[in-house]
């Protein structure tokens, strides 16, 4: 986990409840990209929540308050570190941290939580060959279907690296939509390149409205 991605769970309590008392609701990410192809205009006020990676702390820590206020997310999990821990992040430093087991990954998928890909090892997808991008997506699909017994429709790109080459291998892999780490709100044309607002330790209050003012209006400009 990078330096400065972590939010404590008081926090995560907070920024909920800081969007919830400005009226926004809370909405599922393929609902969204649906409503997005069908050419429904989405709210200003909707947002959706998603993690990467599919640490044990989101298990711990952030999926019962997201519970409790009778919401939801979508967790997009390494398909291969399942059980195991973040050796990606280890291998440049960082701290270790606990994946989900295949157990959890199942129950919140059966509560209503929507599960997608972010791989099989996390891998900076442009540098591989054909063979390679294929298992990444294509394996890492089937492994969490496997899991949770259904389709697998989301993806989120690791690191937020991907190209023209990567896009088309995504499309033809099966996946409905896909995500990414640049800054935005969900439009029509863009369900392979879903642009994200990156949540750190600081963004609560007038700071966390600000970014997602910034996404918005990036956003608007490319209409």
């Known amino acids: 986990m990078v330096a400065g991605q972590y939010v404590l769970p008081l926090l995560f309590r907070w920024q909920l409840d800081c969007l919830s008392k ?7 990410l393929s609902e969204v990209v649906e409503r997005s192809q069908s050419g429904v205009r989405h709210s200003h006020s909707e947002f959706v929540i998603t993690f990467d990676d599919g640490y044990s702390s989101v298990y711990e820590h952030a999926i019962p308050e997201i519970c409790r206020r009778g919401i939801t997310a979508t967790v997009f999990v390494v398909a291969g570190a399942i059980g195991g821990v973040n050796d990606w992040d280890c291998k440049v430093g960082d701290r270790q941290e606990r994946i989900m087991s295949a157990q959890q990954i199942r129950e919140i998928s059966d509560i209503g939580f929507e599960i997608g890909s972010h791989t099989v090892t996390h891998p900076h997808l442009t540098s591989l060959d054909e063979q390679s991008l294929k298992r990444e997506l294509i394996d890492s699909k089937r492994r969490l279907e496997d899991i949770i017994g259904k389709e697998v429709r989301g993806f989120s790109y690791p690191y937020g690296d991907y190209d023209e080459r990567v896009l088309a291998a995504t499309v033809a892999a099966g996946y409905k939509y896909a995500v990414s ?13 879903i642009p994200r607002v990156n949540v750190r330790w600081n963004a609560m209050g007038s700071l966390l409205m600000r970014k997602i003012t910034r996404a918005q209006r990036i956003s608007e400009q490319l209409k």
Do not use: D, I, M, S
């Open 22 to 28: 400005r009226g926004w609701q809370c909405a599922p």
């Open 181 to 193: 780490t640049k800054l935005g709100t969900v439009r029509r044309a863009n369900v392979y390149e």
